[in-house]
Antibody, heavy 121, light 111 residues
Framework: QVQLQQWGAGLLKPSETLSLTCAVY????????WSWIRQPPGKGLEWIGE???????NYNPSLKSRVTISVDTSKNQFSLKLSSVTAADTAVYYC???????????????WGKGTTVTVSS | QSVLTQPPSVSGAPGQRVTISCTGS?????????VHWYQQLPGTAPKLLIY???NRPSGVPDRFSGSKSGTSASLAISGLQAEDEADYYC???????????FGGGTKLTVL
């Protein structure tokens, strides 16, 4: 049973860089895309970006200039960095595994528990 | 605003059937991309409920069903139970934006 364990700093000041890591346990790391998704308080889900085991990335254009997603295949981990954060970046951040028979038809079948990130001066 | 449109809320009495709609456009649902549904219980991470428009992962009761037609999709929940009270989100791919898109979410209240 695949499990995702995520961690990172929960309180940031404006202009700092958000940094989160997600570790994959109990299943294959290669052959999948791995996503970051966020949910502002009381709001819906927003896809941030994704990476596969080879390091190929895709980002949401609305965040692309500030986002970097990287992978460490030796540890079965992937990470999110979001620079120049503001209060608008306050959200619960989730990591998730993408699955499906082919790209464009993927769904998120395994999710981390989420990390609450608050941006406040 | 979300690319996929869902009603903010729906409600029903125990035992009843409710449906939640998810309306998109020609660049996502209407382009043929699959629709997937997630259930988010209060204070928890989303959980995959329906994938590929109408398929249930192992462990999801058959009270939950999904369908898709044209530029819209629907999630139906029959035999409502108190434990079904949650937020529900649809998800698909948008070729114009090149992103995975979610609906704004629908809060289900079991009366």
């Amino acid at each position: 049973q695949v499990q995702l364990q995520q961690w990172g700093a929960g309180l940031l000041k404006p202009s700092e860089t958000l940094s989160l890591t997600c570790a994959v346990y109990g299943g294959s790391f290669s052959g999948y895309y791995w996503s970051w998704i966020r949910q502002p308080p009381g709001k819906g889900l927003e896809w941030i970006g994704e990476i596969n085991h080879s390091g190929s990335t895709n980002y949401n254009p609305s965040l692309k200039s500030r986002v970097t997603i990287s992978v460490d295949t030796s540890k079965n981990q992937f990470s999110l960095k979001l620079s120049s954060v503001t209060a608008a970046d306050t959200a619960v951040y989730y990591c998730a595994r993408e699955a499906g028979y082919t790209y464009y038809y993927y769904y998120m079948d395994v999710w981390g528990k989420g990390t609450t990130v608050t941006v406040s001066s | 605003q979300s690319v996929l449109t869902q009603p903010p809320s729906v409600s029903g009495a125990p035992g009843q059937r409710v449906t939640i709609s998810c309306t998109g456009s020609s660049s996502n649902i209407g382009a043929g991309y699959d629709v997937h549904w997630y259930q988010q219980l209060p204070g928890t991470a989303p959980k995959l409920l329906i994938y590929g428009n109408s398929n249930r992962p192992s462990g999801v009761p058959d009270r939950f069903s999904g369908s898709k037609s044209g530029t819209s999709a629907s999630l139906a929940i029959s035999g409502l139970q108190a434990e079904d009270e949650a937020d529900y989100y649809c998800q698909s791919y948008d070729s114009s934006l090149s992103v995975w898109v979610f609906g704004g979410g629908t809060k289900l209240t079991v009366l």
